[in-house]
């Protein structure tokens, strides 16, 4: 049992740490296909750190603004505005180099060794909402959880001093010539910086705030980078993914007469795509869809391409054949969460009780592969509530108010789960974590 306890309790730990970006306009953007491709990117250079791929965790925040840091000592946040800006697969992995040396070096651990050793749910929440206040350069953006400015969380966390950049550089540097990146393109990212120490703070990119960039800076990595550099040749399936991944932020994220206009002539699988999540915008969901017939023709053991397309024909209310195509997409990708989430939402919507005990079995599994997903987890609580459990569906709907720092609102469905569920049971724990994490952000206000 205490086993099943730590589990669960790091499991809302980890969803706390999300809360406050959940909680605003700009929040994660979680996305199974764009999160498979940052973990191909960042996997060799994890590895020349050693530090496990698997216990990396690579998430997006959408956020136009130039910026990227660790959160906790094994995640990374880069916002999408970042990876907007760059322009090859080099420059993202070395974006994602910089900062799994500041996890190898030790940077965030040694600022966060007290928090831990408190082993408190409520000290790590606490925690990490300072970190989105790093990231997000706002006073509210760990507002949910009261947990400060975010001025206070750079000066504490994650304002990183010359000497751990300097590590970091070289640290980063090392990874990316022994992964056989060529380590110019750390160069070329800080250039997209360059002038940003002459501008008052208040105009920094958030990046420069929390890594100071310096003249001397920028000469020593040079000369870094001059050192390790040596023949290096195009990863053309990093640049496949780096190309997949930016693809298909742009196409959600930008006009979709942008991207029509730019991928027009573009008979690629990412063209393809783009122009089939550009037309599914307008909306126009027969050429999507005509698109997507071309992409599945072209990619047909693709998960992803067929999840994109269970995604555009369930938001087109075309709900059979939007299972059909999540059911498909599950089945090569049986592990993704997010795949998962999406094909219990498809067989929820078929208001079936044979749907409704499949999607119960299927956002289960998704839970316990990933519990970040609000979504997911307000699909969980429907698919709990139709199956007559009230108790778990107060446990989850707990859970989903918890990673939206909505901490009051979450404590009232965790005492109502408490009292609907065994003592001691792994739900009526879940619901114990929720309501520890909300006594704590509660004193801190």
Not at 18 to 31: E, K, N, V
């Amino acid at each position: 049992m205490a086993a099943i306890r730590h589990v669960l309790g790091l499991g809302l730990v980890l969803m706390l740490a999300l809360a406050p970006l959940a909680a605003r306009a700009q929040g994660l953007i979680r996305d199974a296909e764009i999160e498979h491709a940052l973990r191909q990117l960042a996997q060799p250079l994890a590895a020349e750190a050693g530090i496990s791929p698997s216990a990396l965790r690579i998430l997006l925040i959408a956020d136009d603004r130039l910026n990227a840091f660790v959160a906790d000592g094994q995640t990374i946040l880069i916002n999408s505005g970042l990876v907007l800006r760059l322009e090859s697969a080099a420059q993202l992995q070395a974006v994602i180099a910089h900062e799994i040396a500041h996890i190898a070096n030790g940077h965030i651990t040694r600022r966060l060794a007290n928090m831990r050793s408190a082993q408190s749910t409520a000290a790590l929440g606490l925690m990490m909402s300072l970190a989105v206040g790093a990231a997000t350069g706002s006073a509210e953006a760990g507002a949910g959880l009261a947990m400060g400015t975010a001025s206070s969380a750079q000066r504490l966390f994650f304002a990183h001093t010359r000497a751990e950049e300097a590590s970091a550089d070289q640290a980063g540097l090392r990874y990316m010539a022994r992964a056989g990146i060529d380590p110019q393109a750390m160069v070329e990212v800080l250039d997209l910086f360059r002038g940003q120490e002459a501008l008052s703070a208040s105009r920094q990119d958030p990046y420069a705030r929390t890594h100071p960039l310096s003249a001397d800076r920028v000469r020593a990595l040079k000369g870094y980078a001059a050192a390790y550099g040596g023949q290096t040749q195009k990863n053309e399936t990093a640049e496949y993914w780096f190309a997949r991944a930016k693809g298909k932020l742009g196409a959600f994220l930008q006009n979709p007469r942008y991207t029509l206009r730019r991928a027009e002539r573009d008979q690629s699988a990412v063209g393809m795509m783009r122009r089939a999540v550009a037309h599914h915008r307008t909306p126009a969901p027969d050429k999507a869809l005509a698109e997507m017939a071309r992409l599945e023709a072209a990619r047909p053991n693709d998960a992803y391409v067929h999840e994109l397309k269970g995604q555009i024909l369930l938001e087109s209310r075309r709900v059979g054949p939007a299972v059909n195509a999540y059911a498909r997409a599950a089945a090569l990708a049986p592990n993704e969460p997010l795949i998962l989430a999406g094909h219990g939402r498809a067989l929820l919507a078929l208001e079936t009780a044979e749907g409704n005990r499949q999607a119960l079995a299927v956002l289960e599994r998704a839970r316990g592969r990933d519990p970040h997903d609000p979504r997911m987890l307000r699909d969980l609580a429907l698919a709990y509530a139709r199956a007559g459990n009230n108790g778990m569906a107060s446990v989850a709907t707990a859970e989903r108010y918890a990673l939206a720092g909505r901490m009051d609102t979450a404590a009232t469905h965790a005492t109502r789960a408490s009292g609907l569920l065994p003592r001691g049971s792994p739900g009526w724990l879940r619901a114990q974590d929720v309501l520890s994490a909300a006594e704590g952000a509660g004193r801190r206000r």
